[in-house]
């Protein structure tokens, strides 16, 4: 009688193949709302479709999600040096026609005087958050889940300062925080909040003139909170 143990399988064998991607929800303000980067898909599934910036991570040169999401920006958008955090991974067996797959979602911030109409892989589409097409996979909860996580870290922290220009003045800056919560901010309180943060410096001798009352100073990010955040107590 043979003794030998039964066949136990490797880990691997029968393993499915994972799809591993990522996904860049790139957001801008224009006119005051929020629009987030489309682009045409070349290629099936989907072929033709307007959805999120993406592509699989490279394993043999991406460090890590996050520089895998970096070179989305730059291949396909051709966007460089935009604030970029880690949002959330989507996964499951039917999120995508090609099999189980997991995408670790980013999102990205740009001013609106940096947007680029055209990238490296075609045309770029500015798409009202509000007025979104009918997106593929499951882009549509990828953009829902970054507008939430946009609009609850700006009730606490500097975060909006991303969408602004190198330059602006409190009445502009303000104007942006109220476009992403959706909510009117009492002006003295915002700029003891902005006081309290510590993170803008006035530009020298920058000043903004020709508007009915008197000029208004310019100021910038410190250096040091260009890509960090300054989490400060909430409410503004």
């Not at 045409?40 to 999600?65: C, E, F, K, M, N």
Request: proline share 8%; glycine share 6%.
């Amino acid at each position: 009688m043979s003794t030998r143990s039964p066949h136990r399988p490797s880990p691997h064998e029968d393993s499915p193949h994972i799809i591993c991607t990522v996904d860049v929800v790139a957001l801008t303000l224009i006119a005051t709302r929020l629009h987030v980067a489309l682009l045409q898909r070349a290629q099936p599934p989907a072929q033709g479709d307007w959805a999120l910036p993406g592509g699989y991570v490279h394993a043999q040169t991406d460090a890590d999600t996050s520089a895998a999401a970096r070179r989305v920006l730059a291949d396909k958008l051709g966007m460089h040096g935009v604030y970029l955090e880690q949002l959330a991974t989507f996964s499951g067996p039917r999120r995508d026609p090609r099999g189980w797959s997991l995408s670790v979602a980013h999102c990205a911030l740009l001013p609106a005087d940096a947007l680029p109409a055209q990238g490296p892989a075609g045309a770029i589409r500015w798409v009202d958050v509000q007025q979104l097409p009918g997106l593929p996979f499951d882009h549509a909860a990828i953009v829902a889940a970054a507008l939430a996580r946009v609009r609850n870290k700006s009730q606490y922290s500097s975060l909006p300062v991303h969408l602004c220009g190198e330059q602006f003045t409190l009445p502009q800056l303000q104007a942006v925080y109220e476009a992403v919560l959706g909510d009117t901010l009492n002006k003295v309180s915002f700029r003891r909040k902005m006081d309290d943060m510590g993170l803008l410096e006035a530009v020298p001798g920058a000043m903004l003139t020709g508007a009915a009352h008197r000029p208004a100073q310019f100021w910038r990010v410190r250096p040091a909170y260009r890509q960090h955040l300054a989490v400060t107590p909430r409410g503004l």
